[in-house]
DNA sequence: GAGTTACGTCAGCCATGCTGACATATTTGC
DNA sequence: GCAAATATGTCAGCATGGCTGACGTAACTC
């Protein structure tokens, strides 16, 4: 059971049960990660669904509908359920792409950006304060594992994605467009 | 915003910016770390839930149904409708506990052992050659950031949950047995 | 003008959370 | 020994958020 034969630059090794261990603390770890933002998301009558549509939505102004669909890997159905009560509510808007007039661009509205302010808040001070207790050097180490996670023909899109953050998406083929 | 201003052994600092890509990495990371096990337990009708029942009780042998459903945070109803499926379907059993008979210790079956480690196997690939992919001296960084991430007053019992690891639950009354 | 594309929507299904109430067996305490 | 507490099971019903398939509309492309 303890595989330790490995070549000379393996990772120092885990045994294949730590590994195990990861995967759990991997769940823990979301697990709780999500529950303060659920709680709030609650008195709005939301759910975790709501919140990752006004998360990269506030990410990414302009942003469309199938690029959210490509993000979030659900269905045209799901999302609109969910989009529709953000932009019932008030939250999200839309505007229709000046040179593709098909393309329905998203935008929170400033109140949809105060509440996706107020849950990424709760999120970072927990990362921020883990990050800490990690102790310092953990932060590049970490933020490359979780990356290596994500599926490699995943790996571009996000890269790209967080490389793109706070500027608008370039949903118009018109860098011009914005707005 | 871009609060920089620290004591001097703080964390290299990730920008508030940058802590919130963190969010997304989990978020993406979380996200294909389970698509692999969900498409082998769709082919057993199974689902997400299956699995988590499944892994526990595989790692921990003789696990109570309280302790159960102190780990996974669900409802006793919600776990019921998914054990009394994998029971059913024999790959957990139950048998009464020879001290206290109302407790109900939960054992995977050969069956259920063959499929829990399968599952295993498929994410435990997955974490290893994330470690290798994010360098060498990732992996204790890593965990000890995992681990900070899990809510304070639920540490305790992860980390007792961790050092347990295969070792039968200590299901009968057992003097270090902490709810 | 036909076909493609981006999006919306309707109808309905399934998995997995939830609450509250109640049944049963067993252990514990007086 | 009997009442209360405990561990578990179960019933009925609800909500969220995944899914499929089909179809409609507007706008762009050729």
Redesign the pocket.
């Known amino acids: 059971m303890g595989g330790e034969a490995k070549g000379p630059d393996a990772v120092p090794s885990s045994s294949e049960n730590d590994l195990i261990s990861y995967a759990e603390l991997l769940f823990f770890a979301y697990r709780d990660f999500i529950s303060e933002p659920d709680e709030i998301?609650e008195t709005y009558?939301?759910?975790?669904?709501?919140h990752?549509v006004l998360h990269f939505v506030h990410r990414t102004p302009g942003l469309?509908?199938?690029?959210l669909?490509n993000i979030?890997?659900?269905?045209?159905?799901?999302?609109?359920?969910?989009?529709?009560q953000l932009i019932d509510e008030g939250f999200v808007t839309?505007r229709?792409?000046k040179?593709?007039?098909?393309?329905?661009?998203l935008y929170v509205t400033p109140k949809g950006a105060k509440l996706a302010k107020e849950l990424a808040a709760l999120q970072v001070a927990r990362i921020k304060s883990a990050l800490e207790s990690a102790g310092p050097g953990t932060d590049a180490g970490t933020r490359r594992f979780l990356f290596a996670m994500i599926s490699e023909d995943e790996q571009q899109h996000v890269a790209s994605l967080l490389e793109s953050s706070s500027e608008p998406a370039s949903s118009d083929h018109d860098p011009t467009d914005q707005q």
């Open positions: 998301l009558g939301f759910g975790r669904a709501h990752r469309r509908v199938a690029q669909l979030l890997k659900i269905t045209k159905q799901s999302l609109a359920r969910v989009l529709k839309q229709a792409g040179m593709d007039g098909r393309e329905r661009l």
